[in-house]
């Protein structure tokens, strides 16, 4: 007998889809993964499909959730299986009500019979194989009491659906004039070749409700429906937590921009790139190969995560992406995938440089306390210009990145920076001259580069005192070009410059009581 020859009809596998419209995608997902892409009615298909979709649920949602797709798979089918049945049972099992015992067990018997028959019919038609005779068997224990086997291209662990699929349909028939117990006999059920039986006992005692079956099967739907809601909403948070979890995980892999972006499903991970105006940040700790050989692995392990960690959290407060870190280097930049514009990125990068300073100062005073006697210096690079930028690599595996000549530049001028220093490109300067005091240093000549690197190094930030002194030098220069026939305008101009002055050293204030 082969295995691989047993098939179920594509009508058997879309009923089983459209069971799971409460669950999600997972069907039409493991089907995708099995590389099934469209399904077709009248064709075959591998019993497999239908048994990993059972198991995908199983494993995820438990067997209520099996349990509740046979319920649906019957309700689906209901003109093929139920409705024949209750028109059927509704001529047989007429007069109950006088408690009869031979005609009631005669009506269930032939009741009975004709649902195992019915089924097994619906069976033999959605499924094929062979060797295996597929459909429903049946054996009187007692007057109430029957044996129902049921044969069909399915594994074991499917029972919950089998089981649904019957109960469905025998309280829609019977409920109204029999409570039912049933028994599953897992002793007497087994698999093999691609098939499974299952041994179910019924037990049926006679009674007579004022409702119908059909409302019977209806609260029945409900309380089910009730506790798969349950356990939904339950793996739905655990889901949640699991993804918040991951999530937290993955972000320290990738820039915190592009992880937002995933989770809002905004980000498109094709092999694709744009050139954009960047300000790239680069940093390094000087001699770091002569430093961490004058210290033990522990502490240089200690020293320099901690130093990472710093860095990084005051990237992360001024909106950096984190490109890379590179042995003891950081490379970072500003205007994508988020911007405020080219002006305000190449700001913030040099307040985050700034700000990278000063928190080097306390950690070099907090390691001398604790025996590290020449803790670490770092040199810093910035650079404004057009990069290339997006995802590159292959369908397997992409990286978030930069590339072009201005990444070689910003590498170039941080290796030139002075130690504890940070060294600018003109393009940036030109956006944050306001900003700090500078020195301008030898123009750098870079191989592929067809133009001279203008760069200006970092000596102070600027001060209150240097807005005075810059006042005081607007203020002398108009008094000495004032003449009598203009000293009413030019005082004017004058009081409107001052003006302007004040506001700029009010930010200033604000600037240094922020650190900035």
């Known amino acids: 007998m082969n295995k691989n020859k047993v098939t179920i009809s594509g009508t058997a596998l879309l009923a089983t889809i459209a069971t799971m419209d409460s669950l999600g995608p997972m069907g039409r997902d493991v089907l995708k993964e099995s590389g099934v892409k ?39 089918l209901h003109d093929l299986m139920s409705k024949p049945m209750m028109k059927y049972a509704n001529k047989e099992i007429v007069g109950m009500s006088s408690r009869n015992h031979s005609k009631n067990n005669k009506s269930l018997k032939n009741v009975f019979t004709f649902f195992s028959k019915k089924n097994g019919d619906i069976i033999k038609k959605l499924t094929k194989g062979f060797g295996v005779e597929y459909g429903n068997k049946i054996e009187q224990l007692d007057d109430y009491s029957w044996r129902l086997k049921c044969t069909m291209a399915l594994e074991l662990f499917s029972e919950p659906f089998i089981r649904g699929v019957h109960e469905s349909q025998l309280i829609e028939i019977l409920g109204k004039y029999f409570k039912i117990n049933r028994v599953y006999e897992k002793k007497l059920s087994h698999s093999a070749y691609g098939y499974a039986t299952w041994s179910y006992n019924y037990t049926f005692i006679p009674r007579v409700l004022k409702l119908s079956g059909k409302e019977l099967l209806n609260q029945s739907r409900n309380d089910i429906n009730s506790e798969l809601m349950r356990v939904v909403l339950k793996d739905s948070f655990l889901q949640n937590k699991k993804i918040k979890e991951i999530s937290n995980q993955i972000s320290k892999y990738i820039p915190p921009q592009i992880n937002e972006q995933f989770l809002k499903g905004n980000y498109n991970t094709q092999i694709s790139t744009k050139r954009k105006k960047l300000t790239i940040f680069f940093s390094d700790i000087k001699n770091f190969t002569k430093t961490s050989e004058n210290l033990q692995p522990e502490d240089l392990t200690k020293y320099l995560n901690e130093y990472f960690s710093e860095m990084t959290s005051i990237a992360f407060k001024y909106g950096a992406t984190i490109d890379k870190y590179i042995g003891d280097a950081m490379m970072l930049f500003f205007g994508d995938p988020e911007t405020k514009g080219e002006r305000e990125d ?153 003006k302007n002055m004040n506001l700029v050293l009010k930010q200033l204030d604000l600037i240094n009581k922020h650190k900035i």
């Open 38 to 76: 469209k399904i077709i009615e009248n064709k075959k298909y591998p019993y497999e499909l239908r048994n990993n979709i059972h198991k995908a649920v199983l494993n995820r949602y438990g067997k209520i959730a099996i349990f509740s797709m046979g319920y649906k798979n019957s309700e689906l």
């Open 346 to 498: 190449a700001r913030a990068c040099l307040k985050m440089a700034l700000a990278m300073q000063n928190r080097m100062i306390e950690l070099q005073n907090k390691w001398k306390d604790q025996g590290f006697s020449e803790p670490f210096e770092v040199r810093m690079g910035i650079n404004t210009g057009y990069c290339n930028v997006g995802n590159f690599g292959s369908n397997q595996r992409l990286t978030y990145t930069i590339i072009g000549g201005e990444v070689n530049i910003t590498q170039r001028l941080e290796g030139n920076a002075d130690a504890n220093g940070i060294l600018m490109s003109y393009e940036t300067y030109a956006f944050t001259q306001d900003l700090v005091e500078v020195e301008e240093r030898e123009k750098l000549s870079l191989k592929g580069i067809n133009r001279i690197v203008k760069c200006y190094a970092v000596k102070n930030r600027k001060s209150v005192k240097y807005i005075q002194n810059l006042q005081k030098k607007i203020h002398d220069k108009i008094n000495i070009n004032n003449t009598s026939n203009k000293k009413s305008s030019l005082d004017k101009r004058l009081l409107k410059i001052e």
